[in-house]
């Protein structure tokens, strides 16, 4: 699970952004805050992966709360996305040069929400999986930064242009999302052939990925090409 940390001065405001995080599959908010000094000493306390940080709070803004997280070892690696109704360009610049994975404004939906959350998980996956190799090759260092186009990455060996065309017409065919299971019985592949390449589209950053519950059992991973 991905450790949420959600700062805005309103408590209800705070309570709506809450409740969206823990609707979303692998993440949980672990504490709220309301004021600048509050966040900074609950990150430094309970070191949660990411936080939503408002930028109008009652004490310190948001961006002195941003460069003193990244100015503090202890808290430099913690995830920061800005969520606040500010729109004049230097807030926006401040917050990217602050190292702000992104900027929502208020109000903003679920939808908008949830959607930067999957790209928070899928930057985690993508790291995590990097931190076990020796070096990186610089499709995956410029897919980790945002930089590589969808699709440009070569197929890694085992996989083929064929069936990979194969598994993209399934997931386009179902926008609803497929499982690996059900991507197997679409393509006639086995399932782990299915989900080989189902990974890779995730890797690449064509397809996201959320987990679906069932009635019983672990979650299921659930696939979307992304139009």
């Known amino acids: 699970m991905i450790r949420v940390l959600v700062v805005d001065d309103d408590f209800m405001v705070a309570k709506v952004h809450s409740g969206y995080v823990n609707r979303t599959p692998g993440f949980t908010v672990i504490a709220t805050a309301h004021s600048g000094a509050e966040a900074l000493r609950l990150v430094r306390d309970e070191k949660p992966d990411l936080v939503l940080l408002d930028i109008y709070l009652p004490d310190i803004d948001g961006l002195t709360v941003l460069r003193e997280l990244r100015a503090a070892p202890a808290t430099v690696d913690t995830d ?29 939906s679920y939808t908008a929400l949830r959607d930067q959350l999957d790209r928070v998980g899928s930057l985690h996956r993508k790291l995590a999986r990097l931190s076990v190799r020796p070096a990186a090759a610089q499709h995956e260092v410029d ?85």
């Open 80 to 108: 920061v996305i800005v969520i606040t109704a500010a729109r004049d360009v230097e807030t926006i610049r401040s917050s990217l040069r602050g190292g702000a994975l992104h900027y929502l404004i208020k109000p903003f």
């Open 143 to 227: 897919d980790v930064f945002g930089t590589r186009r969808p699709g440009t990455a070569p197929l890694p060996k085992g996989l083929t242009t064929q069936t990979a065309e194969l598994v993209k017409a399934a997931l386009t065919a179902h926008p609803e999302g497929l499982s690996a299971t059900e991507c197997a019985h679409e393509t006639r592949l086995s399932r782990p052939s299915a989900r080989r390449y189902l990974e890779h589209f995730v890797d690449t950053g064509q397809a996201d990925v959320r987990l679906r519950y069932g009635n019983t059992g672990r979650p299921e991973r659930q696939y979307h090409w992304r139009s």
